[in-house]
């Protein structure tokens, strides 16, 4: 059992909004729960009444109200509140609790000045730019897409999208021509919206070339509209309208058109790491409820609070963040490399300080980010209370990877005691979290603190029985409004089938490792297609990582297990990235394996341990044991991994190397 590192306070019912949706649920359902574990299983057994509840509850403007909940049960195949109709960007618009002149988005980044829009000209916005995109010919359906990055425009152009019924998709800008074309080409966009170029840190990155080059590989585009973010001044390329001319003055009024809770809000991608990346298709409705829950319910956010989340736009984080709005909460957005320092006029600096910074600026109440960052800022030594003033922050969120034991002793020691951290773990898949955080619960060092409202997580063992306590498989038992519609250009569903079910019949399989313990507690311990199974013993690679990385000497890493065909050990290869100047020596060596052993088990000592340059990761950060697993028992680096897909492509030639040289000895 890890250390309590946080309780709630005694009158968290009535300062929170889950305890305001409990005093509601006894006043118009006559229910009483007395602790959350008591609500979680309410809400993932009567499905009906707990999504209806957040339907009445936060007051959805619907164009046509329901009259069933959940007309089919069975997965896949899952339907909800069928005869309903509502638009997802009218409800995050009402921006319940907030006056016209109320600030409700700030846009930093390190290519321009920060731009602020009030609840006004947010509206104003997205009014401009849906009668722009009406103007070229956009229609519900049609699917309108953003190579641009974390900025004011790119939001204001998911709300237009969204209000006309057309379904939006976005790549951020460090996305090479392949990875957005490996998108693209599979859902046929007619508008493609793009940036010139953006600044990183102090280093400016022209796009223009790789626009034109997704230009000419996507014939089904009518229009371009291009956004001068890295030169304003500049003139838009030949052949395509400035951003001015898409939001231009126009006394149209701003209108949303009503869609099936079902309909194709927008377009998300699987990393893409092997194959053509899957396009999951998200719903309207879905999300808007999966949404509401978790920002109101789970993070606690509402009219008061300024949410932040560290994300690029090919990042479902970045869907997630932008419907804070919906439930009143304004929204920072960041666009630039969170490792430097980059300030006009010098050369930049390396600093983690700089997002703590931007809190303290933009008065940021609830802080997100990756846990690798968490981890970076703790190694660097950095103490954010030291370098912002961090007075207005009441909730941490981490996700992305999972966050060890001593993450989460860092943030308590170091950002402040006050806070709740939350450590979470979703999926592209439904554009949230399975299981996080809540303010009804303490925080325990190292555990995710409970199963989310609505989703029905269990661990499975080997023989698929649910289990307490041990590891085993994360599954879903039962249906989430936010489970995709399904996948673009896969009619009969069988690609989705495939994805989630072919293991479990009727069950959500969603790859990770989990142990749920006797208080619903939960701890993820990595991918179950990345596991290290040592003599029949799973290992997972969350809690390898946390021992490795925690050296002074070891900047990061990547562990494969190579199984042996005969059934034997197999191999466990070891691959670190070590501090600026070092080489990795036979003590080096040694004080590896003996931390491991010590800290976990004999059965974590590598057989071989390999200095590398970088290891590979995805854009949004996750690291390539399965490519790299693959690399190195013979498959084609180019049939392993899409490079468009990775921060660092060039990484992957030390794996085929070595794998070379494993085959020649």
């Not at 089904?220 to 509209?225: G, K, N």
């Not at 430097?340 to 700089?354: I, K, Q, S």
């Not at 970088?614 to 013979?634: C, D, F, M, N, Q």
């Amino acid at each position: 059992m890890g250390d309590m590192l946080w309780t709630p306070p005694a009158d968290v019912r009535e300062r929170s909004r889950i305890g305001a949706y409990l005093r509601w649920l006894r006043e118009h359902r006559g229910l009483d729960f007395a602790d959350y574990d008591a609500l979680w299983r309410w809400s993932t057994t009567d499905l009906d009444g707990f999504w209806r509840s957040i339907w009445d509850h936060f007051e959805v403007i619907a164009h046509t109200p329901p009259t069933a909940t959940l007309a089919e049960r069975g997965m896949p195949g899952a339907r909800w509140f069928p005869d309903a109709t509502l638009n997802y960007a009218e409800n995050v618009l009402r921006l319940p609790g907030r006056a016209d002149d109320d600030p409700v988005v700030f846009s930093h980044g390190q290519t321009r000045p920060p731009v602020t829009l009030t609840a006004g000209e947010l509206r104003e916005q997205v009014r401009r730019v849906s009668a722009g995109l009406r103007r070229l010919g956009v229609t519900a359906g049609d699917r309108v897409a953003a190579y641009a990055p974390n900025i004011a425009e790119t939001y204001v152009l998911l709300l237009a999208t969204a209000s006309l019924g057309a379904i939006f998709s976005s790549c951020a800008p460090e996305f090479g021509t392949r990875s957005v074309t490996d998108r693209w080409q599979q859902i046929e966009p007619t508008i493609l919206v793009a940036v010139d170029g953006y600044r990183y840190g102090d280093k400016p990155v022209d796009r223009r070339a790789e626009v034109a080059a997704i230009r000419a590989a996507l014939p089904s585009l009518r229009h371009t509209v291009s956004i001068g973010y890295l030169d304003p001044t500049g003139p838009a390329p030949g052949g395509t309208l400035g951003w001015a001319e898409l939001a231009a003055p126009t006394d149209e009024p701003l209108t949303f058109t009503p869609v099936a809770f079902d309909h194709p809000l927008y377009v998300l991608y699987s990393s893409g790491t092997t194959g053509l990346p899957k396009p999951i298709v998200h719903g309207h409705g879905g999300i808007l409820l999966e949404h509401l829950k978790m920002l109101a319910l789970h993070h606690d956010l509402g009219p008061a609070d300024r949410f932040f989340w560290f994300t690029t736009t090919g990042w479902m984080m970045w869907n997630f963040l932008v419907s804070g709005p919906a439930v009143g909460a304004a929204i920072v957005l960041f666009d630039g490399n969170p490792g430097v320092r980059a300030e006009p006029g010098r050369p930049a600096e390396p600093d983690l300080g700089g997002l703590w910074r931007l809190a303290a600026e933009t008065g940021t109440t609830y802080f997100g980010t990756s846990a690798p960052y968490l981890l970076a800022c703790r190694k660097a030594g950095l103490i954010p209370r030291e370098v912002a003033d961090l007075s207005a922050l009441r909730g941490v969120g981490s996700t992305g990877a999972p966050l060890p034991a001593e993450g989460f002793r860092w943030v308590y020691e170091t950002v402040g005691d006050h806070v709740q951290l939350q450590s979470l773990s979703g999926g592209t898949d439904v554009c949230t979290g399975f299981v996080g955080g809540v303010p009804l619960l303490p925080v325990y060092a190292g555990e995710i603190a409970c199963r989310a409202l609505g989703a029905k997580v269990e661990a499975r063992s080997a023989d698929g029985t649910p289990v307490i306590g041990e590891l085993g498989e994360l599954v879903i038992t039962e249906p989430m409004p936010s489970m995709p519609v399904g996948f673009w250009n896969d009619p009969d569903g069988t690609r989705y089938a495939e994805a989630y079910f072919d293991v479990y019949p009727g069950v959500w399989r969603h790859g990770d490792w989990i142990t749920i313990n006797e208080r619903g507690g939960c701890v993820i311990t990595g991918r179950s297609d990345a596991t290290l199974n040592r003599g029949g013993v799973r290992l997972g690679t969350a809690e390898f990582y946390s021992v490795v990385e925690g050296l002074d000497e070891v900047l990061d890493s990547v562990v494969v297990h190579l199984e042996d065909d005969e059934g034997g050990a197999g191999e466990l290869l070891l691959f670190v990235v070590l501090a600026e100047g070092l080489e990795l020596d036979d003590p080096m060596r040694a004080k590896i394996c003996r931390e491991l052993r010590t800290a976990l088990s004999p059965r974590h000592v590598p057989d071989e341990i390999h200095q590398v340059r970088s290891v590979p990761r995805t854009l949004s950060a996750k690291k390539l044991e399965v490519p790299v697993k693959k690399i190195l028992t013979g498959t084609p680096v180019d049939q392993a991994a899409a490079k468009g897909a990775l921060v660092n492509p060039e990484s992957l030639t030390a794996f085929a190397a070595l794998a070379r040289s494993r085959t020649t000895s």
